[in-house]
């Protein structure tokens, strides 16, 4: 298995354009999971689906920020419009069941830079 | 609420020596332990977890990490630290009890090997 799969790698961008961020899961999860990564904030869960439906979302920050999982093998986490503030890397994760001990398997990330 | 807390920014440890990160605790119930590790530019990739039974756990690339429950502890460990093992490690949290499918992770652990 190829494992989760981000794309692009790295995105940089100026302030007010439209960002999308591309995710492929593990085939066979269940579960996805978008994360944001910050020097300042550490990791934070900001959305996480099951069966393609949205379960939380409340770690979004904002309106500007919105997920959508259209079938079992894409998701995409689109900001608009992007702020310097948004610079972060974020990762995309899945799992075959939440809970429990079941383990996320992490893709390589989107490093985004808004100018 | 579920917590996990990494009391140390960065731990130094000399090639060849032992290494502990630590690792602290807060759920209702029994937990579901994690420990994940990130190079540089890289993704988070699972190393061990804890689910119940013995409270040492072998893991990947010769760590373990010891279940403490009256501590509340999980500290990774490996008895011979080698350069390669300088990144950034994770400690994870999920309760047993309850329906909460999150998983909460620390803030992170520099491991900076000294050749």
């Known amino acids: 298995d190829a494992g989760v799969i981000q794309s692009p790698r790295h995105e940089v961008t100026e302030m007010g354009q439209e960002v999308t961020l591309r995710c492929k899961p593990i085939?066979?999860?269940?579960?996805l999971f978008w994360y944001r990564q910050t020097m300042m904030r550490g990791l934070e869960l900001l959305i996480y689906?099951?069966?393609?439906?949205?379960?939380?979302d409340s770690g979004m920050p904002e309106d500007r920020f919105s997920a959508k999982m259209p079938n079992a093998s894409f998701s995409t986490l689109k900001i608009q419009p992007s702020e310097p503030r948004d610079s972060a890397v974020y990762f995309c994760?899945?799992?075959?069941?939440?809970?429990?001990?079941?383990?996320?398997?992490f893709g390589p990330g989107t490093r985004l830079t808004v100018l | 609420a579920q917590s996990v807390a990494q009391p140390e920014d960065q731990v130094n440890v000399a090639e060849g020596n032992p290494l502990t990160v630590k690792c602290t605790y807060s759920?209702?119930?029994?937990?579901?332990l994690f420990w994940y590790v990130q190079y540089p530019n890289r993704g988070l990739q699972f190393l061990l977890k804890?689910?119940?039974?013995?409270?040492l756990v072998k893991g990947s690339y010769g760590f373990e990490a010891e279940f403490n429950k009256s501590q509340t502890s999980f500290h990774l460990k490996k008895p011979s630290a080698l350069v390669s093992d300088s990144a950034l490690y994770f400690c994870?949290?999920?309760?047993?009890?309850?329906?909460?499918?999150?998983?909460?992770f620390g803030k992170g652990t520099r491991l900076h090997i000294l050749p």
């Open positions: 994760a899945s799992s075959l069941l939440a809970g429990g001990p079941h383990t996320q398997y």
């Open positions: 085939s066979g999860h269940d579960y």
């Open positions: 689906f099951n069966n393609n439906v949205p379960i939380d």
């Open positions: 759920v209702s119930g029994n937990p579901y």
């Open positions: 804890y689910i119940t039974g013995d409270n």
């Open positions: 994870a949290v999920r309760g047993v009890s309850g329906r909460d499918d999150k998983i909460i």
